[in-house]
């Protein structure tokens, strides 16, 4: 399951939403991926997630592969300064 966001936060992904994100995902039974442009990281290493320098209002896709696809989503949207583009 893959799902597009939008970052909100006005520093961006900075350490604190990141440290929060990677804490979530890294209690996942699941494989989680996040893309920011070209680049794909595993999503449960701050260090990845910290590298990609993601600054507000950037488009960002987090997959999620595994038996807890939807708790991972429900809860990273309760969390997190993210919001699901509209398409219309």
């Known amino acids: 399951m893959k799902k597009d966001y939008v ?10 939403p990141a440290a929060l994100i990677v804490g ?12 920011y442009g070209e680049k794909k990281v595993n999503a ?12 507000k209002g950037s488009s960002i896709t987090i ?5 807890d696809e939807i708790a991972v989503f429900d809860k990273l ?3 997190a300064n993210l919001q699901e583009p509209k398409l219309f």
């Open 7 to 16: 970052v909100n936060d006005p520093l961006g992904l900075h350490a604190r």
């Open 63 to 67: 997959e999620v592969i595994g038996e």
């Open 24 to 35: 979530l995902f890294a209690k996942s039974k699941s494989a989680i991926t996040l893309t």
């Open 44 to 55: 449960k290493s701050i260090l990845g997630v910290m590298g990609m320098a993601i600054k």
């Open 77 to 79: 949207e309760e969390i």
